[in-house]
């Protein structure tokens, strides 16, 4: 059976050496967020999901939800106690407003806690992480009566929340859905139609649901300009904020899937439901991609959460299994084998994903940093550019993440041989619970659509070009000495990433399938550069920790280790991407539609 | 549902045209196989795997092998019906010896039918395709007196077979093994112990089972030279062939897997079981590597034939999943929406796999030609030169063409979106199928291994020389005109393998651990180019055909385009696994195995 560390250690190097936290401690939520008070925060996060969550994890992949036949859902056996201790431990409040309950902390500190909870359990850190996307989404646009009555319960963690997009015969092109709300003379909406894929849609954590529902009103136009947005309980909540009736809104069934079976993924049917319109009429989508774009980060971090537990137990495996000599010579001369961890093969499997773990844990705290700052900086200036950096970064955290942390669930499957592909062993769970990272919250296609598409030339590229200067600046300055083997071939991926962008510029406008053609390849080479951006900061950090002769001395030298790897073996991944984006579109699209 | 379409046409178009197959006419098994007999058995095949065995694929897996209180096991519904289809039809014998009832036609027939059988149901296919592997050893290193007892009756399909390698403390490292053979006064040997990871170990599709069984006997050395082979029957046989006493051989229980359920992967528990002695006492891992290798193309077939169908499935929904528009504005303005194949990032995914299905395919059956060629061809050089090139390309096909496979179902499961994971659309069945042939059959760490420590360095490099002659050969005779935006690609990649051979020799020696860390790269610089060189000949015909006006034009002007894909998409991989390779093996050894 896996077991799981949470990487409390590195998670902290990152808050207080790379980002330096308590530089920003004259902001909102930063004043408390002192590194011990974050660091007690990360270990008593870490014991709930080490001794909570893990342990529930593979009998949840394997005994599933239950629908009972009168449509209610059960979660898996111990999920709902579990929950009840996240609930008590007021863990769903610790980045929320005070305003209505929560603590307050900020994102960055709420980013490592999920990358735990996704590590130990993805399933079911997916019903709390959908509260806070249905909670994001209502702070921004619900008047301030409906935030009155949610809200707080929602942050109590007490209610859960829903997110309501697809339909059977639409998902991306959300222009298309049928779902219809029909205005009441007392304001609110009737609601009819199916949504399906309903993450989190029905269970027996909480003691009510609040759907967030997309629908159109009879005289809305039938395109994607006509979409509204619906909260819509599943018990109606009186104006007491008491729990009333059931509302018309029901599990017609569980999905049967891939994986993430401890997540109940319903068909949720909406037969005269009671809804109330959250902000503008027709503006539903504005207001569902402000929940989209957080729920989009929290995916990339089930991409790295995922890599980190499947890496942890190959590496515990290669550690333990005799097998074979070491090519160089008896490492292990008075038994019969030596652990596989000797050989170069096996290593490069760990060493992939370690060096995209620590990377992008760097990253994903680092994006979480520029949420808060782009709330809260003090200058409008600041506040911009933290909002420029993470929408960039946005669609490049959660498409390569989950590539990656596929991929990386996959070598971690293979370090176990034919163990791997054996339930007990638990590794292959981590591969199909992965595999759904890639597909929702927007395929990872329509992420590198997103990136190139949209992100990269809004306000005249201000963002990307404002990144390339960051980048840039961390080079010229640290180009020589020690940090040459960390810069050099930064530097060389920088200028790969900038030719592509150029391409795109000069071909994208003219012919849009040259943009769509290089769209996942150019997410694939932002990242890279993106990751080693992290990587070359880190190391310079542990140089000058190791030229001190301050802290652990083990540690940082490791993270040079596993820095030089990244720069060595991954970063140069950057050729063939531009290589491929540079090919064009005319060889993607010359095939007739029926040949294929 | 999938569905499958049998590519026969694509089979006899490198059957007749690349392979020229008519031109071994004067050759023992290819007198038969005319073009007209070959597509009259392909299209035949092609029934039986389109109407019997796909429509069980997904059923099978579904239900699953079931192990009843006795020990007994039954494979899925349908399964048996469909197996004595099989036997009926004499499949099993297509390839083999006419001397034990065998039809002998080349085995580059018969690998087309199993890419057919693997892509409409893999979990069936292995089990006939583990009987092959079986009457090979046999074939290789049984008595005659044995030969005469078990060849006609699993060459007929009535029994079939097994190969029984690992034990719960050993896979890859086989000295390990714990298995005993104690000799008994008649010549025969009484075998216990325990093997598990048993494909096909047991089932009620047969008559009988013929288990090979590695073991040591009581005075053997207790290393990998100490291994013998066995032939141990479930049930035992007569002198005159009937079929008498069960066997002390038994299934402990069913593996539960990721995937390939319908195929009952066993603990099967030797408990006094007779057995005997096959080929030399302490021999026997080279007889096992005899069935290993034939078993390794084999392997290599399934990551092609999930390829296959997960791309077809892939394709038929992106024709009719109405979504979106295209980027250059609508191509169906009559409905609310384009089909999905209009977009170039899905465009991609579908022709990665396309360009790698139909230059796999090429690989493989020509790979098969050279396994008649080394038993069949006239003269000792060609029969030694057509060994050298398979012997050399077997680990590259294993390796390469399922890794492949699996992304390439991965991606077919990407085009599907949300659908993709769910289970009833079949896609996730394809990938969770392809995941095991990484591993089994010796790992793809293994195969890379075997390429580079073992392969390269035979003879002296003989075999790798020579394939770099033919394949500069070709470039050389190739590098003007249409051919050149093939073969110019081409030699660049082949320049960046000879690089890469270069620095192994230069450096693999001082430190077998730079081997080591290259090998992965290697294996798929070199797949990459044993692809190319396919594309190239097939691009050559094509432009041949199409100046010349014979044949269907469409179907040329396609393998154009795809081919042409391949060359500016794929190929250019070349460069990152060559920096890779010769980053070596320093900053892959370097992290302390305790601080993984």
């Known amino acids: 059976m896996p077991t799981y560390r949470a990487p409390v250690k590195d998670m902290t190097f990152i808050l207080n050496e790379l980002l330096k936290l308590d530089s920003f401690n004259d902001l909102p939520g930063f004043e408390e967020a002192t590194p011990d008070l974050v660091a007690a925060v990360l270990e008593e996060g870490a014991k709930f999901c080490e001794n909570e969550l893990q342990p529930i994890n593979a009998s949840g992949d394997h005994e599933g939800c239950t629908r009972h036949d009168d449509g209610s859902v059960s979660a898996p056996k111990g999920f709902k106690a579990a929950y009840d201790t996240y609930v008590e431990g007021g863990w769903q ?42 909670i994001a989404a209502l702070s921004a646009v619900a008047s301030d009566e409906i935030k009155q009555k949610y809200l707080p319960k929602m942050i109590a963690g007490e209610w859960t929340g829903t997110m309501n997009l697809t339909e059977p015969h639409c998902g991306t092109d959300l222009g298309m859905i049928r779902t219809k709300a029909v205005p009441q003379d007392d304001g609110s909406y009737t609601l009819s139609g199916t949504k399906i894929f309903i993450s989190a849609g029905e269970h027996d ?209 293979q370090v176990l041989g034919g163990h791997g592909y054996i339930r007990e062993w638990g590794m292959e769970q981590f591969v199909r619970d992965a595999r759904i990272a890639m597909i929702y919250e927007g395929t990872n296609g329509i992420q590198a659509l997103d990136l190139v598409g949209r992100k990269l030339g809004l306000n005249g590229g201000r963002a990307v070009q404002t990144y390339f200067k960051i980048v840039g600046g961390f080079l010229k300055d640290n180009g020589d000495g020690d940090m040459a083997e960390f810069t050099q071939p930064l530097s060389k991926a920088l200028k790969d990433l900038q030719s592509a962008t150029m391409w795109l510029m000069q071909n994208g406008m003219k012919n849009p399938d040259h943009a769509g053609a290089a769209a996942t390849a150019y997410m694939h080479l932002m990242g890279l550069v993106a990751l080693g951006f992290m990587w070359a900061q880190m190391a310079k950090i542990s140089l000058e920790a190791l030229d001190a002769g301050t802290g652990d001395a083990e540690f940082y030298q490791n993270k040079l280790i596993t820095g030089r790897y990244f720069m060595a073996r991954i970063l140069p991944e950057s050729g063939t991407h531009l290589a491929k984006i540079e090919a064009g579109a005319d060889m993607v699209m010359a095939l007739a539609a029926d040949a294929f």
Chains 1, 2 share one sequence.
């Not at 929320?96 to 603590?103: D, L, T, V, Y």
């Not at 902390?105 to 996307?133: C, D, K, Q, R, W």
């Open 205 to 413: 954590l909480s003691e009510n649901i609040i759907h967030l529902v997309l629908a159109k009103t009879p005289d809305a136009p039938d395109t994607v300009k006509g979409i509204s947005l619906f909260v819509v309980p599943k018990f109606i909540v009186g104006e007491d904020g008491s729990v009333g009736d059931r509302n018309g809104v029901s599990c017609g069934s569980i999905e049967e899937k891939m994986g993430i079976h401890g997540n109940s993924t319903c068909v949720l049917n909406y037969d005269g439901a009671t809804g109330w319109l959250l902000g503008e009429k027709n503006k539903g989508l504005a207001a569902m991609f402000i929940m989209m774009n957080a729920a989009r980060l929290g995916v990339g971090l089930q991409g790295l959460g995922l890599s980190e537990v499947a890496y942890q137990n190959a590496a515990d495996y290669a550690r333990d299994r005799i097998q074979g000599r070491a090519l160089t010579g008896a490492k292990n001369p008075d038994d019969k084998a030596d652990p596989i961890i000797v050989h170069p093969d096996v290593r490069r499997m760990l060493m992939d994903a370690r060096a995209f773990n620590e990377g992008a844990r760097a990253l994903a705290l680092w994006g979480g940093l520029q949420v808060d700052l782009a709330h809260k900086a003090k200058t409008e200036e600041e506040r911009q550019l933290a909002d420029d950096i993470v929408s960039l970064l946005t669609p490049v955290i959660k498409g390569v993440f989950t590539d990656q942390g596929y991929a990386n669930a996959t070598n971690a499957q």
């Open 93 to 134: 409040g610790l980045t929320q407003s005070p305003e209505f309950g929560g603590q307050g902390l900020p994102h960055v500190v709420g980013f490592a806690f999920e990358e735990m909870m996704i590590s130990s359990n993805m399933a079911f850190a997916m019903y709390p992480g959908l509260t806070a996307g249905a």
